[in-house]
């Protein structure tokens, strides 16, 4: 198991692949942000800029770090962020899946918070 | 009106202003995260998390910095944060509300892009 002390880095290498995978850069003026807020550790992948007449604005990916656990709030992707996670040497009892709620957590084999 | 370089710490000021002032701070079981990306310039306002059975996400506010401007991303306050903004001295030639398309922005006294 990796150490608590890069756990950001491995969010964000996460991310940045994902981001650079899809190649989700810049689609017609819709433009996807990596956000990496690496002091109060919040970390996000949004969407947003204008298609046309069409403004899309869609935060796609959002996973915080709060007491020693990573915490997955938003996930609008196929992508298991959790698994990617444990691939990378996460311990699971560190991680906490935060958009399911706290009642179906205890069946989820990650930690409930 | 302020420099350039003062952008990044107005922006979080006003930010943590509103965050403070509407007193966003938990609201059962609701959070509000100040979410403030300083090398890449984004800065965000969100609230998320768990209301009995159900789950809250949304961006209240998405402030950028690109190319030495500012951009207004969404707002989902009744607050004028352009507005707010020129108050604390900010340029308006400096002020993009990209949350207007470009062609209504033409008519708004802010930049165009």
Not at 22 to 45: M, P, R, W
Not at 46 to 74: A, M, P
């Amino acid at each position: 198991m990796v150490n608590l002390n890069l756990y950001p880095q491995i969010i964000q290498d996460l991310l940045t692949e994902i981001h650079t995978r899809d190649a989700c850069g810049n689609k017609n003026g819709v433009e996807s942000q990596l956000i990496f807020d690496t002091q109060n550790h919040h970390y996000l992948l949004v969407d947003l800029g204008w298609e046309g007449k069409h403004f899309t604005y869609g935060t796609i990916i959002h996973i915080d770090i709060k007491d020693n656990k990573i915490w997955i709030q938003r996930n609008n992707t196929e992508i298991n962020l959790a698994e990617s996670l444990v691939e990378r040497g996460i311990d699971k009892n560190n991680i906490v899946i935060g958009l399911h709620s706290p009642f179906m957590r205890q069946f989820s084999g990650y930690a409930i918070n």
